[in-house]
């Protein structure tokens, strides 16, 4: 069955320092794969997505993700962060026909704290 | 602004009874969804619906119904059968014609409260 795992539950970082976010999927063929962020008591919006080529995207506030097959993983990053950056971020994967999105998993989620 | 609007935002409920949550999209998209969220697990899929009239179950169905009687409304009735209400309901959208997008548009989320 298809499954998307976050190990980190929770994450504290400086504000200009770097994120990693991991993210790990199950799924039998070429997933499609988004990170999405949530800030507190609102909805979520996109932040990046992977359907095919390249295995590194750019996403907007800029964030990347990185696709590795070999490890089944699809890491946020960011190479300086922000105080607004704040927020708890969702990885998730495509699981419908054609790996489409009308079945999207979401993982547990990873609440990011910025430390002044 | 093209948009999902939903309400209420929060909602006080007494156990037994029933509610419903509004969800109105004025983008054109062909796909609703409405997404439980609770602590620590995501964001679970309730029901969908893929074209006006129709909709099928999601993850976790028991205990909510929905209709789809026009395209731009999707409303949610967590029923007394709910055993665990208590929740951050979340609607969402997108351009089924665009499934390479992959985007889905969400709403600001309604918060159900049980007494």
């Known amino acids: 069955a298809q499954s998307v795992t976050q190990p980190d539950i929770h994450i504290t970082v400086s504000e200009g320092a770097s994120l990693e976010l991991r993210c790990n999927y199950s799924?039998?063929?070429?997933?499609?794969l988004f990170w999405y962020v949530q800030s507190p008591g609102q909805g979520l919006q996109l932040l990046l997505k992977?359907?095919?080529?390249?295995?590194l995207v750019q996403g907007i506030k800029g964030f990347e993700a990185e696709f590795k097959r070999s490890q089944s993983s699809f890491n946020l990053r960011k190479p300086s962060v922000h105080w607004s950056d704040a927020a708890e971020y969702f990885c998730a994967v495509g699981a419908g026909y054609g790996g489409a999105t009308n079945k999207l998993i979401f993982g547990t989620g990873t609440l990011l704290a910025v430390q002044p | 602004d093209g948009g999902i609007t939903q309400s209420p935002k929060y909602l006080f409920r007494k156990e037994g009874q029933n509610v419903t949550l509004s969800c109105e999209q004025n983008?054109?998209?062909?796909?609703m969804y409405w997404y439980r969220q609770d602590p620590g697990q995501g964001l679970r899929l309730i029901y969908y619906?893929?074209?006006?009239?129709?909709?099928q179950k999601g993850d976790i169905a028991e205990g909510y119904s929905v209709s789809r009687e026009k395209k731009e409304s999707f409303p949610l009735t967590v029923t007394s059968a709910q055993k665990n209400p208590t929740a951050f309901y979340l609607c969402?959208?997108?351009?089924?014609?665009?499934?390479?997008?992959?985007?889905?548009?969400f709403g600001e989320g309604s918060r159900l409260t049980v007494l």
């Open positions: 992977y359907f095919s080529g390249d295995t």
């Open positions: 799924y039998g063929a070429t997933p499609y």
């Open positions: 969402a959208s997108i351009n089924q014609r665009r499934r390479d997008t992959g985007e889905l548009f």
């Open positions: 983008l054109n998209h062909d796909a």
């Open positions: 619906s893929q074209i006006v009239n129709d909709f």
